[in-house]
């Protein structure tokens, strides 16, 4: 399985890639929404895990985009997060999100989060 990482910080990037990969599965990284579609437009990913907050386009609105390309309407998205209200968790779902982690969060918790998904 090819996971797409989309998260501003290279340091949250890295920790997400690196697990993903002892794991046994292959990464590629985008630093924001507008990097994630140009990269989605070139390859296709199994699995899409992505912050909320980033700078050019924001997590929810690359959930949109791309539940709105056919190729991405069932694969699964991941949230990864420091935004963890209610609110936030439900916008997210009704969005298209799959699952939703809350930053900070464990190697533990991401595991048992892609066994739901993969």
Known sequence: MHF??????????????????SIG???????????ALEKAKDQKFDVIMT???MPRM????????????????????IMVTTEGGKQEVLTAIKEGVNNYIVKPFTAFVLREKLKDIV
Do not use: F, Q
């Not at 340091?11 to 993903?20: A, D, F, G, Q, V």
């Not at 599965?25 to 990097?35: F, H, L, N, S, W």
């Not at 924001?58 to 998205?77: F, Q, W």
């Open 4 to 21: 797409l990482v989309v998260d501003e910080s290279s340091t949250m990037r890295r920790i997400l890639c690196n697990t993903i990969n």
């Open 25 to 35: 599965y292959t990464t590629t990284a985008a630093e924001d929404g507008i990097d």
């Open 51 to 53: 912050d909320w907050n």
């Open 58 to 77: 924001d997590g929810l609105h690359l959930v949109r985009a791309l539940r709105a390309m056919e190729e991405y309407k069932k694969t699964p998205i």
